[in-house]
């Protein structure tokens, strides 16, 4: 029944010759048969796509290259299909399709955009977007670039879970390497679209005149109001931080904390070497200002329910105002597990079955690693030894206690930082280790 109401549509839009051409009739029956593939994204596993496509405006456009293209308005977003292109698709990849730019939406690709153009091109750009949400989404449609496939044509290695700004380096450096390469032109041309193409798939972008704060405004207040139960873990911590603000300043504290460290030295071209001045061909040094952030997280059963969620939206701030690398120690009464923090993808739920708190494992790891000129963050609801077992090495220390608990160390050292908590203290036991599995299960991996 589907497919022959589609086939049928498939059929009038292809003769259809200019855009006034449209009719009424037609316009009501192709949203009929959009608005049934919505509902049934809000009946099921797909309800937070469903839901959020329920708040979004929609019109036709055929002079778009792209199934879908979607932009900002002063009152929310509007989405434009043009059916020839939209119909060619299964139920399934139609689906997918609204995924794709529910996540452009999600991940304010518009705004990180504009901050690319001056150094990739348009095309390096644009693949550079869709491949880094084409990764979480079953179903694309064949013509939708991917990571493997592009990997294999541009002949580069494209790793899952990076930012776009690095897939637009690589790519615009495949690029490069082939000048000869046959590029696709841009035109001006308002003719009928009746063939995909991938380069101009965010053309339409180019008519934003939305201020960023209205923008944000908007996304804020559809994503609220999505039903985020099945969400995608990804979409799901941005949502979270969409719910909380970060309670402290991290780009003014890690400015703060940043000058006082060297983390060695990085090669220049405006200094020559010291020991050998004379050759021009030998770059310089200078101090390297960029010290790797280490984040110790105290997953201990005393952290509450509200000490958990609380630490993730500040550790999306984190990643969101800091360009260096950080590294995340998960520790109770010893280390549980170190891993890389790239972006809000990387942060993984907590491990269960947590006992007592102890903050000398975190610093014998630091000194045995000689990570002396590192940031270390602590985030802890306090309670633990009253003294270490080793010497601390670490520079600059900050610690940030959750709740109304004094640091329990003796003559404690470093910054001292205070988050506020909703929940009673004493609750944690087994209010967090229930969140954990009800909770960050779905958001924070």
């Not at 609380?310 to 999306?316: D, P």
């Not at 050292?413 to 969140?435: H, T």
Request: glycine content about 4%.
């Amino acid at each position: 029944m589907f497919n022959d109401k589609r086939e049928y549509l498939f059929k009038i839009a292809f003769d259809i010759e200019f855009q006034e051409e449209i009719t009424g009739e037609f316009k009501r029956d192709f949203f009929k048969l959009v608005s049934d593939v919505i509902i049934n994204m809000e009946d099921g596993e797909d309800s937070f796509f469903g839901s959020f496509m329920l708040k979004i405006e929609r019109d036709i456009r055929l002079d778009i290259s792209w199934p879908l293209s979607t932009i900002p308005k002063a009152n929310g977003f509007l989405m434009y299909f043009n059916p020839i292109l939209f119909l060619q698709n299964t139920k399934k990849e139609m689906v997918a399709l609204f995924k794709h730019e529910i996540y452009h939406m999600m991940y304010s690709h518009y705004k990180r955009v504009n901050q690319l153009k001056n150094s990739y091109n348009n095309e390096a750009i644009s693949l550079a977007i869709d491949i880094s949400v084409n990764q979480f989404i079953k179903n694309m449609p064949t013509e939708a670039k991917g990571i493997d496939g592009l990997s294999r044509e541009l002949n580069i290695e494209l790793k899952a879970n990076r930012t776009i700004e690095e897939y637009a380096r690589l790519i615009q450096k495949a690029f490069n390497s082939r000048p000869n390469r046959k590029i696709g032109q841009d035109d001006d041309s308002t003719d009928i679209v009746k063939k995909i193409d991938n380069n101009k798939a965010h053309k339409l972008w180019e008519e934003i005149d939305i201020e960023e704060k209205t923008i944000e405004g908007n996304l804020k207040k559809i994503a609220l109001g999505s039903d985020d139960t099945n969400a995608p873990e990804d979409l799901l911590k941005i949502v979270m931080s969409l719910k909380g603000r970060e309670e402290l300043s991290w780009q003014e504290l890690l400015k703060r904390m940043i000058p006082s460290i060297r983390t060695g030295h990085k090669k220049t071209i405006t200094r020559r070497d010291r020991r050998q001045p004379e050759r021009v061909d030998l770059r310089g040094k200078l101090p390297n200002a960029i010290p790797e952030i280490i984040v110790a997280i105290d997953i201990s059963a005393s952290m509450t329910d509200d000490d958990i969620k609380k630490i993730m939206i500040e550790l999306l701030a984190i990643t969101k105002n800091n360009n260096g690398k950080i590294t995340v120690i998960e520790c109770d009464s010893e280390i549980k597990r170190i891993y890389p923090l790239r972006s809000p993808k990387d942060i993984k739920k907590r491990v269960t079955n947590n006992g007592s708190t102890a903050f000398s494992p975190v610093f014998e790891f630091l000194k045995e690693k000689n990570l002396r000129d590192n940031i270390l963050i602590y985030f802890t609801d306090g309670v633990g030894e009253d003294e270490l077992t080793c010497r601390v090495v670490s520079r600059e220390v900050l610690w940030v206690l959750m709740g109304d608990n004094k640091l329990s160390l003796k003559g404690p050292f470093g910054k001292i930082r205070r988050i506020k908590s909703s929940s009673p203290v004493g609750e944690g036991k087994s209010a967090a280790l229930n969140m954990i599995r009800e909770v960050i299960h779905d958001w924070a991996r």
